[in-house]
């Protein structure tokens, strides 16, 4: 019996096995902004599949004091406020 060409959906089939299993599809980006201001800002993302997640971080430095304050996909805030005993 003599096996004729494989089905229209095989074809192609290895080659695209090849080119796509076993890779991460994920995207990931960072933007930063650090300046000679004294507020500097920084945001992430990453995408898995359908679901981003991401957060803007800020910094201001004013005298001995450094606030910074994040954001995230979550709505949530944290702050936190330094102060030091030397000057920087």
């Not at 004729?4 to 994920?26: C, E, H, V």
């Not at 450094?66 to 709505?75: A, E, F, W």
Request: proline residues 6%; hydrophobic residues 30%.
């Amino acid at each position: 019996m003599v096996n004729g060409p494989p089905p229209f959906s095989d074809i192609g089939k290895r080659a695209k096995d090849l080119l796509t299993s076993d890779y991460n599809y994920d995207y990931k980006f960072v933007l930063s902004h650090p300046g000679s201001t004294p507020m500097g800002m920084v945001a992430t993302g990453l995408t898995k599949g359908q679901i981003f997640l991401g957060d803007v971080s800020a910094q201001y430095k004013s005298g001995r004091t450094i606030v910074d304050v994040k954001v995230d996909t979550y709505s949530n805030v944290s702050t936190k406020v330094t102060v030091s005993d030397s000057d920087f």
